[in-house]
């Protein structure tokens, strides 16, 4: 994993709605599910979006966990 690689564990249920909410930030950041059935997931981002991208997700509506 890279600094520009956030890891995320969620209910798997609940991916769709991470991946939306990324998308609908005008493109912050990327997701790729690593393990659907874990729920693990990467969120890809820049330099510039790291920051708003860790915001968003500290602040998420379902539970996660930054890895």
Same mark, same amino acid.
């Given at each position: ?6 890891? @995320?564990? +969620?209910?798997?249920?609940? +991916?769709? @709605? ?15 599910? +690593? ?7 990467? @969120?890809? @981002? ?19 966990? +930054?890895?």
């Amino acid at each position: 994993m890279n600094k520009y690689q956030i890891k @995320v564990r +969620i209910d798997p249920r609940n +991916i769709y @709605v991470l991946d939306d909410v990324i998308e609908g930030y005008d493109g912050l950041g990327l997701v790729t599910t +690593i393990n659907a059935k874990m729920g693990e997931v990467v @969120v890809h @981002v820049t330099p510039d979006t790291y920051d708003d991208i860790m915001t968003i997700l500290q602040n998420f509506p379902c539970p996660l966990t +930054i890895m």
